[in-house]
T-cell receptor, first 114, second 113 residues
Framework: NAGVTQTPKFQVLKTGQSMTLQCAQD?????MSWYRQDPGMGLRLIHY???????DQGEVPNGYNVSRSTTEDFPLRLLSAAPSQTSVYFC?????????????FGDGTRLSIL | AQSVTQLGSHVSVSEGALVLLRCNYS??????LFWYVQYPNQGLQLLLK??????LVKGINGFEAEFKKSETSFHLTKPSAHMRDAAEYFC???????????FGKGTRLSVIA
């Protein structure tokens, strides 16, 4: 099993550009989420989804958009990139309705906004 | 609302010394608690989890953690640090299947030879 796959691993954007960070999992997990990691801030939840067609906002959703058309994929869209969105982004998945199950993380996408 | 506080953003120990990373939680219901480890340029990996069974939980790489309800703590320990333990460690709490996992800000562990 590949687990959680994130692409790209690195990306540099200019302010105002848009892009999509891809996340795919092959474990048939209902729950998927996006976090951003910044120094001294830990992981902050951006958006999450409990199944296809269902998404919800996390702690820091502004400037990001998500959709969940399939169980496997959960892309994160930056609508108009800003320097404050320079960060490392992690996608995670787990079984839903069982908080005892751990989350599985991808290796991250390192994004720089110039 | 649930929350996690990790005391100490950076902990430095000598190789072979005891590792103690502190985590205190806040939850209105009995929590599920997790420790994750992040090695440089990698994602997070599960070290161990507490899910209301034994209060002393053993994880991978010789780590263990003890759930203390009276102290609302879930501190991570390892008797003897190794150089390969140098990483960032995150404590996380969940109180149900319907709310997202909440992470602490992390503690960076350095191991000195």
């Amino acid at each position: 099993n590949a687990g959680v796959t994130q692409t790209p691993k690195f990306q540099v954007l200019k302010t105002g550009q848009s892009m999509t960070l891809q996340c795919a999992q092959d474990m048939n997990h209902e729950y998927m989420s996006w976090y951003r990691q910044d120094p001294g801030m830990g992981l902050r939840l951006i958006h999450y989804s409990v199944g296809a067609g269902i998404t919800d906002q996390g702690e820091v959703p502004n400037g990001y958009n998500v959709s969940r058309s399939t169980t496997e994929d959960f892309p994160l869209r930056l609508l108009s990139a800003a320097p404050s969105q320079t960060s490392v982004y992690f996608c995670a998945s787990s079984y839903y309705r069982d908080a005892r199950q751990p989350q599985h993380f991808g290796d991250g996408t390192r994004l720089s906004i110039l | 609302a649930q929350s996690v506080t990790q005391l100490g953003s950076h902990v430095s120990v000598s190789e072979g010394a005891l590792v103690l990373l502190r985590c205190n939680y806040s939850s209105s219901v009995p929590p599920y608690l997790f420790w994750y480890v992040q090695y440089p340029n990698q994602g997070l990996q599960l070290l161990l989890k507490y899910t209301s069974a034994a209060t002393l939980v053993k994880g991978i790489n010789g780590f263990e953690a003890e759930f203390k309800k009276s102290e609302t703590s879930f501190h991570l320990t390892k008797p003897s640090a190794h150089m390969r333990d140098a990483a960032e460690y995150f404590c996380a709490v969940s109180d149900s299947g319907n709310t997202p996992l909440v992470f602490g800000k992390g503690t960076r562990l350095s191991v000195i030879a």
